[in-house]
Each structure stands twice: as structure tokens, then as C-alpha cells.
């Protein structure tokens, strides 16, 4: 959770619709608040749409290192449980995003997604089984 909600980070959400197609999006607003949950901002955007036809998704964060073997990472795999385009939790959320990155990144978040972590896997995984399932 700690290294999850790490700023300043940046980090990459991956989704897929119905259709199977798989879609990347720079992402810098998840945050975690507890060991299970994800919260996010989405815009009016391909993520959103594939989210509301496939809860499925992956968040990846990566730091840089000295070489490719130093780099540090994790890859967060997440269920969509609530999609909100109105109320408390995007309300919520658009007050967060204002006061960190201002009024107008809060403008273009169309609705506040809450996500299920399922499992979290290192940045490399070379067959060597560390997987955490929760």
C-alpha cells in the first residue's frame, strides 16, 4: 500500500472490452485505501467504456534503476466493484485530485472507479513463484 500510493509515481492501467481488445492508459491518480482497494478518477475515455463492459484490469507502477534488473515495480491486478459517474465517492475523489493537481485535472474526471486488488505480482517475475493472491 505504501509503495502503491508512492508520489510523485506515475503508472500504466490496462483494460479490454467485450471485443477483446486490449487498451493502455497513463494513469497517476490510483491510490489504495486499504490493503483490497483501489480508488481512481477516470475520464470520458476508452478505459471507462471498457471497464463498464469488463471489470478486469491491471495497474502497473515502475521505478527506473541503474540496469533493467534494478528496476523496482508491481503489477496490481483489480476487479471494478463500483463505477460512480455522480455522488460522494466522484465528488470526493475530484476534491483530492483538485488539491493535488488542481481544478482543471479534477474537470476532466468524468467518474470515480473502486476496484478489488486480487493479485499483486513484482515488476519481473521470472518463473521464480512469488505471487501474492489476496
Do not use: C
Request: glycine share 12%; hydrophobic share 40%.
Amino acid at each position: 500500500m505504501e509503495y502503491f500510493n508512492r508520489q510523485p509515481r506515475i503508472g500504466t492501467l490496462s483494460t479490454s472490452g467485450k471485443d477483446g481488445k486490449v487498451d493502455v492508459a497513463v494513469f497517476g491518480s490510483p491510490h489504495m485505501t486499504d490493503e483490497k482497494t483501489v480508488i481512481m478518477g477516470l475520464g470520458k475515455n476508452r478505459s471507462l467504456s471498457n471497464l463498464m463492459e469488463n471489470p478486469h484490469a491491471a495497474y502497473l507502477i515502475m521505478e527506473p534503476g541503474k540496469s533493467i534488473m534494478d528496476w523496482k515495480g508491481i503489477r496490481v491486478y483489480l476487479v471494478a466493484k463500483d463505477i460512480a459517474t455522480s455522488g460522494p465517492m466522484l465528488e470526493g475523489l475530484k476534491g483530492q485530485i483538485a488539491k493535488v493537481a488542481g481544478e482543471a485535472a479534477a474537470g476532466m474526471i468524468h467518474a470515480a472507479a473502486r476496484f478489488e486488488v486480487t493479485e499483486v505480482r513484482p515488476l519481473v517475475d521470472m518463473g521464480q513463484g512469488w505471487e501474492k493472491s489476496i
